[in-house]
């Protein structure tokens, strides 16, 4: 586990701070050697062990944790730091729709599969930084594809607001634009969460009541880009 030399000439701003999780020394230099080469992020620790990094770097915004670590699934450690507030990017090669989902169930932010690239790498640690969604390939598959029953009843308000959410990322903004007060709309946010819990599919994230909106049909994964054109100026609230 070592400080990143790399990201000592980033320069202005507050770049995000990453803390990156992985057993294979190949992968963490290559992942490392990604993000560092973004002047919005900042790559403050590595390692194999989730508590050892996140104790050399308790002030990483967002942790970029393999899911397997030292052969087995660490479904348990990413849990146990979503529980802790901890924005948990998960970045594996186990894909499978069931894996993906139950990460999100666990607590992660988003999902990022290991051949999605630089690209998607960058795109989704900066989304999570500021709690908003990003929607890979891969995971995008897997919410579609998702064929679990239960769809719960959402009333016409609760959909709406979640939409808007979605897109413009600030319970605000959502609020002025349906004219209601932004307590209303978290009502309609947390009624929305807790008939999925009760329909057994919990979603207390947004990255899991993401997933929920998209298996059930009420959003496609391509619309999740629409929040930069609604709410540029607004400021992310979870």
């Not at 002047?39 to 397997?68: F, M, W, Y």
């Not at 630089?118 to 897997?142: F, I, K, M, N, Q």
């Not at 959410?165 to 969460?193: G, L």
């Not at 609604?230 to 400021?235: K, N, P």
């Amino acid at each position: 586990m070592d400080a990143d030399p790399m990201a000592e000439d980033v320069t202005g701003g507050q770049p995000v701070g990453v803390s990156i999780v992985d057993d294979h020394p190949v992968v963490l230099d290559g992942v490392r050697a990604w993000l560092s080469t973004e002047p919005r992020l900042r790559v403050l620790a590595t390692g194999n062990d989730p508590e050892v990094v996140l104790r050399s770097a308790p002030e990483a915004d967002v942790i970029l944790l393999d899911l397997r670590l030292h052969g087995r699934m660490v479904i348990d450690k990413l849990a146990g730091l979503s529980a802790a507030g901890r924005r948990v990017v998960v970045y594996s090669e186990h894909t499978e729709p069931e894996t993906m989902l139950a990460a999100l169930d666990a607590g992660a932010v988003a999902f990022l599969a290991k051949h999605e690239g630089r690209e998607h790498c960058v795109a989704t640690v900066l989304a999570a930084a500021s709690d908003r969604p990003y929607v890979p390939p891969a995971l995008a598959g897997a919410m579609v594809g998702d064929t679990r029953p239960d769809r719960p009843a959402l009333s016409d308000k609760e959909r709406e607001a979640l939409l808007l959410w979605f897109q413009s990322m600030s319970k605000a903004s959502v609020a002025r634009r349906m004219q209601i007060s932004e307590h209303t709309v978290k009502q309609y946010v947390d009624r929305a969460r807790i008939k999925y819990s009760r329909a057994g599919r919990p979603a207390a994230t947004k990255a899991a009541l993401l997933a929920r909106a998209i298996e059930d049909g009420l959003v496609r994964p391509e619309e999740i880009g629409i929040y930069r054109s609604h709410a540029s100026t607004d400021r992310p609230t979870p």
